[in-house]
């Protein structure tokens, strides 16, 4: 587990223990170690489109906690949504200054009760799937996988919305995994990813663009396995509990590519902000599998216009595959 999967666990774990305040110094000191950590594991394009390798790709300003917004709009966030995000409580005076998970601002502010970082009140939120990846039959594996995520109740707001989870559908032999952002209403009914019309629309670029068989040579998951309410986007604790899961899944299918589906599920993956348009044509790495990202076919729905753009990127994924480009 790198640093900063460590500090976000670590602050995530004081939260479930009754935790909503940690001392400035202390989060100060937190965040700098995890923006030393960010620099040093920045992911790094192995190329762009030329071959050319590529040198950076930002990811120094990738707070998961800071994308709240701090004051009354976190304040009146629903009661049911247990794990808040840690935001810069308003200055008050002399040393009773303190960074606050409830982000709002009081005037009848009381010195918070300070609490000291200790190893021992942190328990990992993770179970041990580690043999999954290990079993020779992958369907058997991911049937188990489903198993444990059909019991997962980390996202207290998913969980209290969700249909059924969404774990993945395809050949968990194939050396493709489609990458999207998370269940929607469809893919929730049906506990499928990708069946409503942004599925249609995936299933038609890969069969009739790249003409490959989307059952068979494909497997399709997303970076959430629970549809978040009103179609919005992951947000960054989500995409955090559910990483396991996720990691599972590729270790297990052991995708030779994987093609990321729209900004979230690239800036996810690949831990970074940069956005979906400069991460295109480029080749990235994880976890053994070589990388692309194009856009998402929900927006393409909404944009026609990007959809010559994603043909580019399905191109050059197909290159990449060995695959026979029409035209080329
Ligand atoms: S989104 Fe993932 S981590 Fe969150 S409740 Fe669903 S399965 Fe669990």
Known sequence: MNLRHAILQRLQSLQCAGIEEISRPQARKLAIALKESEAKNAPKPVSDQAGQTVQTVSTADFRPWEKRTPGPQTAQASPAQPSKSFTPRPKTTASSSSYSSSGSASSSYMAPKRTALSLEIIVPPHEDYSALPLMEDRHEALRLLGEKVRQCVRCIELVSNRTQTVLGVGNPYAELMFLGEAPGA??????????????????????????????????????????????????????????????????????????????????????????????????????????VCTYHPAYLLRNPSQKAATWQDLQFLMKLMGLKVEND
Not at 199 to 207: D, N, P, V
């Open 186 to 291: 469809d893919e929730d009914r049906q506990g499928i990813p990708f069946v409503g019309r942004a599925g249609q629309l995936l299933t038609k670029m890969i069969e009739n663009g790249m003409k490959i068989s989307r059952e068979e040579n494909t497997y399709i998951c997303n970076i959430l396995r629970c549809r978040p309410p009103g179609n919005r986007a992951p947000m960054p604790e989500e995409a955090f509990k559910c990483r396991q899961f996720l990691d599972t899944q590729i270790d297990i299918v052991k995708p030779k590519f994987i093609c990321c589906l729209g900004a979230s599920a690239a800036q996810y993956l690949l831990d970074t902000t940069t956005t979906i348009s400069r991460m295109r044509q480029r080749e990235y790495r994880y976890r053994n599998a070589t990388v």
